[in-house]
């Protein structure tokens, strides 16, 4: 028990790390092979392509919208409309296929969702409001903005059977679901997007250090701002997948998501100071999610154990996260 | 001129409050009536009794995101159990699960110093999740009237929630203006390290406001659920949200060390007040969300213009 503790003392010699550390740093990719190992041998129907596929399919939503909140939390701020804004926009895709047709519908939704994150890329990147009570307020706006657009009603659409909007929720190709197809390929992009340009790196920068990086001369107004177009694009493009896969929508179908999105974020090991943080990692932090979700279900426990399972989850990852940072496993306040 | 400045910056939310009554007793009739008033004051204790424990929390410079949870788990603890325990016992229960998960989260954010931001957002999920797999997806329902006819009680006229919600409103003022304890919160919130420095017990100090905000969370969902009569699972979903709304409108900052009890007192009012009289003019609910939210930003606006000082980096 001793040498327990004493690993997680710091001053060690170069080169040697502490496991505090090690977990620190590689925890979140230690949980994801741990959840796999542990499922994989209490249940034979967890390791499979199929149920891995699945797994997939079943974080596409809230993992979509994830890779774009990791933008605005890598650069300081929150976002919490982004569940209300996923009612939004499946709405009026929904609602809109009937009227206009499908392209023209995802055009619209498109353009709305982003004038929506407009709005709080403006107040969050130009005014400088907090990001937490901005998105709190436009929230309840959102939801507000829903209920009078659809007059409290549900929508659906009526030919189901014979619609290309089809193609984003209930389609695959190459025998991958194209909500996984979509999920994977944008987390790529927007990995790529997020380490190896310009963009990318500035953002880092003004959530990492603002005054530092308004002395090098970055446009943190405008990198804010385009932080949020992107989650509302991502929130879009979520909309897509969920509209398409339940061909219908209700006005609240988004509730809630905000704050599993965070989760999934958190999980990630995105600090929600800013600076730091991958979309990869979060892509493996919802993930983890969706796959204590779907092993403790094949396992027969009840629905909402995994929320349990949450909680303790991320508290512990985000603990050993800050551990590792400290030095010391316990706080000294 | 300067006063006036100060008073709209300080409390713009009493102003808007007043607005709303002088506009709402002008166009409709039965707004100002004191009848409707113990109304409104009833409505507002559920979201208010949280938002006096908010106000500790958020002073402190922490969050709770876990009360609409505890909330659903004191209010289905409470119905529940009464077959079992009676309803002092149940109602004991109840109270007791709120002070547990307050006491939980209080020593998680002190012990591990993760942000409380993620502490209770864990808890909010796992609360939640406990809640259904305890009521499994059922409402409860009190088949003792005694229950549901002490939420609908009145003495001299004004409902005993009311009445209870004053009490605890006015107790949370003093304590927070004239204790120690107050003090510290006010202390803890501006400068977490000055106050370590200065002597104050910084995590004891903050589990003890936890403990605060889960007991009202769970005594506040307990006469929630004597006013209905029953418990849902889904008791309680976006309290968090509307708490926390009520108190930033209240002029308490997220940032830690500034508020008054005062100021959140305007906020659920304003809440209430602008759920109530839309409500007779009969507009439809779903405006009240779009001026709710409108008005948080303008508040936050506000605040922003005239009480923070001006900097390169800010």
């Not at chain 1, 989760?263 to 999610?289: C, E, H, K, P, W």
Request: glycine share 12%.
């Amino acid at each position: 028990m001793k040498a327990l503790l004493d690993s997680f003392k710091p001053g060690l010699k170069g080169g040697e790390i502490s496991p505090l550390q090690f977990f620190g740093k590689h925890g979140i990719s230690v949980a994801f092979i741990l959840c796999v190992v542990i499922f994989s041998l209490s249940t034979q129907k967890f390791l499979s392509t199929d149920n891995f596929l699945t797994v997939v399919m079943q974080a596409s939503i809230i993992g979509t919208i994830a890779l774009g909140v990791t933008f605005v939390v890598i650069g300081g701020n929150l976002d919490l409309s982004v569940g209300s804004l996923l009612s939004f926009a499946t709405v009026l895709v929904v609602d809109l296929h009937d009227k206009v047709g499908p392209g023209a519908a995802i055009l619209l939704m498109f353009v709305f969702t982003l004038l929506i994150g407009s709005v709080n890329g403006y107040l969050i990147g130009y005014l400088r409001l907090n990001s937490l009570i901005v998105t709190l307020g436009m929230l309840s706006a959102i939801q507000g903005i829903t209920l009078v657009y659809s007059g409290g009603k549900n929508v659906d659409i009526s030919d189901q059977e014979n619609t290309w909007f089809a193609f984003f929720g209930r389609e695959e190709l190459f025998g991958i679901p194209i909500p996984a197809l979509i999920f994977i390929v944008l987390g790529i992009v927007l990995q790529i997007v997020l380490l190896k340009s310009g963009f990318g790196r500035k953002i880092f920068a003004i959530g990492g250090n603002a005054t530092a990086s308004l002395f090098s001369g970055l446009r943190r107004n405008r990198l804010v701002f385009s932080t949020y177009l992107l989650s509302a694009f991502t929130t879009g493009c979520a909309a897509l997948i969920l509209g398409s896969r339940v061909m219908g929508s209700q006005n609240n179908v988004g509730e809630g998501y905000e704050l599993l999105v965070l989760a999934g974020v958190i999980l990630g090991g995105t600090s929600l100071l800013g600076g730091s943080g991958s979309i990869a990692r979060t892509v493996i932090g919802v993930l983890i999610l969706a796959m204590i979700q779907n092993g403790l279900l094949l396992l027969g426990f009840p629905y909402y154990t995994q929320w349990l399972v949450t909680w303790v989850v991320i508290i512990v990852a985000v603990w050993l996260d800050i551990a590792a940072k400290r030095g010391k496993l316990f706080s000294t306040y | 001129m300067n006063r006036i400045i100060n008073l709209i910056t300080r409390q713009p939310i009493w102003i808007f409050v007043f607005i709303c009554i002088v506009f709402f007793s002008f166009s409709s009739p039965y707004f100002l009536d004191i009848r409707n008033f113990s109304n409104i004051l009833l409505q507002a204790s559920t979201i208010g009794l949280i938002a006096l424990g908010m106000t500790f929390v958020m002073i402190n410079g922490n969050i709770d995101l876990s009360v609409g949870a505890t909330l659903a788990l004191a209010a289905s603890l409470a119905v529940g159990l009464q077959p079992q325990l009676g309803i002092m016992g149940a109602v004991l229960v109840g109270l007791l699960s709120g002070i547990l998960i307050g006491a939980l989260n209080g020593i998680i954010a002190w012990k591990t110093g993760v942000d409380a931001f993620i502490v209770t957002l864990g808890a909010m999920i796992g609360v939640r999740g406990l809640v259904f797999i305890y009521t499994e997806e059922q409402a409860f329902y009190a088949y003792d009237l005694a229950y549901s006819d002490f939420g609908a009680s009145s003495l001299f006229g004004i409902p005993v929630l009311a009445l209870i919600f004053i009490f605890l409103t006015i107790t949370a003022h003093l304590v927070l203006k004239y204790t120690i304890h107050g003090r510290n919160v006010f202390a803890v919130g501006g400068n977490r390290v000055a106050a370590k420095e200065a002597g104050i017990r910084v995590g004891p100090h903050m589990l003890l406001n936890f403990i605060l905000i889960g007991f009202l969370a769970a005594l506040s969902g307990i006469l929630l659920s004597t006013q209905m009569g029953a418990s849902t699972p889904n008791l309680g979903r976006n309290y968090e949200l509307w708490t926390i709304t009520a108190v930033v409108l209240g002029g308490t900052r997220l940032t830690g060390g500034f508020g008054s009890i005062i100021g959140t007192l305007g906020g659920v009012l304003a809440i209430a007040i602008l759920r109530n009289g839309m409500n007779l003019l009969q507009v439809p609910s779903f405006y009240v969300l779009i001026i709710l939210g409108s008005i948080l930003i303008i508040v936050l606006f506000i605040d922003k213009r005239f009480s923070e000082p001006k900097g390169v980096g800010a």
